[in-house]
């Protein structure tokens, strides 16, 4: 109930929906007033989250900034969140713009940084299907000549909190000492590193994915772009996920 609830929650608190719902407002409005009222908002709130520089000043606030790990110390297992692949169809599946993720943790592994790595993530959709993300990124980590002796998957999980309860299951079950690296997309750091420090894990934040967090002043910063309307869906999802895990 919980996953379809946040699923619903997710729906109202995207910046797009308010921009349609209030054009929907003004063009269904027979009073001129209100028409232009509603119309005046929509456009308000399009270039409020469309503005680079407003995106760039929070991101820098928000994020977890980049970690510098001592190369003596070593980890028994690093965590890498899933999120960075989806369904290609019969099974397969294909990395997104999350796919850093990976290649973060393929590299504290490849380094020696950590012995083990855990990959953790299902399936989040409503209607999930056959694909588990987990089980289609072992193949990858296969393909890479990694052996199947230090690899852990996951595929179980369908949101963060789950990844964090059924990773100390599995860890638990393996007798892997903490502290863990934790690898994720750094606007997702901080609410997933509050998630697992509730569930008594043990780790280390190791954000990558990074949007960027340039604040200067250029003309660009100021001029409405919709990559920028598209990034403010992760940080509302981020926001409102973490007040409502704080408060849990």
């Given at each position: 109930?919980?996953?379809?609830?946040?699923?619903?929650?997710?729906?109202?608190?995207?910046?797009?929906?308010?921009?349609?719902?209030?054009?929907?407002?003004?063009?269904?409005?027979?009073?001129?007033?209100?028409?232009?009222?509603?119309?005046?908002?929509?456009?308000?709130?399009?270039?409020?989250?469309?503005?680079?520089?407003?995106?760039?000043?929070?991101?820098?606030?928000?994020?977890?900034?980049?970690?510098?790990?001592?190369?003596?110390?070593?980890?028994?297992?690093?965590?890498?969140?899933?999120?960075?692949?989806?369904?290609?169809?019969?099974?397969?599946?294909?990395?997104?713009?999350?796919?850093?993720?990976?290649?973060?943790?393929?590299?504290?592994?490849?380094?020696?940084?950590?012995?083990?790595?855990?990959?953790?993530?299902?399936?989040g959709n409503l209607l999930p299907g056959g694909f588990r993300e987990a089980t289609w990124v072992k193949t990858q980590l296969t393909e890479l000549n990694i052996p199947d002796s230090l690899i852990l998957i996951e595929n179980n999980s369908k949101n963060t909190i789950?990844?964090?309860?059924?990773?100390?299951?599995?860890?638990?079950?393996?007798?892997?000492?903490?502290?863990?690296?934790?690898?994720?997309?750094?606007?997702?750091?901080?609410?997933?590193?509050?998630?697992?420090?509730?569930?008594?894990?043990?780790?280390?934040?190791?954000?990558?994915?990074?949007?960027?967090?340039?604040?200067?002043?250029?003309?660009?910063?100021?001029?409405?772009?919709?990559?920028?309307?598209?990034?403010?869906?992760?940080?509302?999802?981020?926001?409102?996920?973490?007040?409502?895990?704080?408060?849990?």
């Amino acid at each position: 109930m919980y996953f379809i609830f946040s699923k619903i929650l997710l729906f109202l608190i995207l910046p797009i929906y308010w921009i349609v719902i209030l054009l929907v407002i003004a063009l269904v409005s027979k009073e001129q007033k209100r028409k232009q009222k509603f119309l005046i908002a929509a456009v308000g709130v399009f270039y409020l989250f469309s503005n680079p520089l407003l995106l760039n000043t929070f991101q820098k606030i928000w994020d977890v900034r980049a970690t510098t790990i001592n190369k003596a110390t070593k980890y028994s297992c690093v965590i890498v969140l899933g999120g960075f692949s989806s369904s290609g169809g019969q099974g397969g599946g294909h990395f997104n713009n999350a796919a850093d993720r990976f290649i973060q943790g393929i590299k504290l592994l490849a380094t020696k940084q950590a012995s083990h790595i855990l990959i953790t993530g299902g399936n989040g959709n409503l209607l999930p299907g056959g694909f588990r993300e987990a089980t289609w990124v072992k193949t990858q980590l296969t393909e890479l000549n990694i052996p199947d002796s230090l690899i852990l998957i996951e595929n179980n999980s369908k949101n963060t909190i789950e990844n964090a309860r059924f990773s100390k299951v599995l860890l638990n079950q393996t007798h892997l000492p903490p502290p863990y690296l934790l690898v994720t997309s750094a606007f997702h750091m901080r609410r997933s590193r509050m998630i697992f420090k509730k569930a008594g894990i043990d780790v280390v934040p190791y954000p990558c994915n990074f949007f960027g967090t340039d604040t200067s002043f250029v003309i660009s910063s100021f001029i409405p772009d919709s990559a920028t309307l598209l990034n403010w869906e992760y940080y509302s999802k981020e926001v409102v996920g973490y007040v409502v895990n704080y408060f849990k």
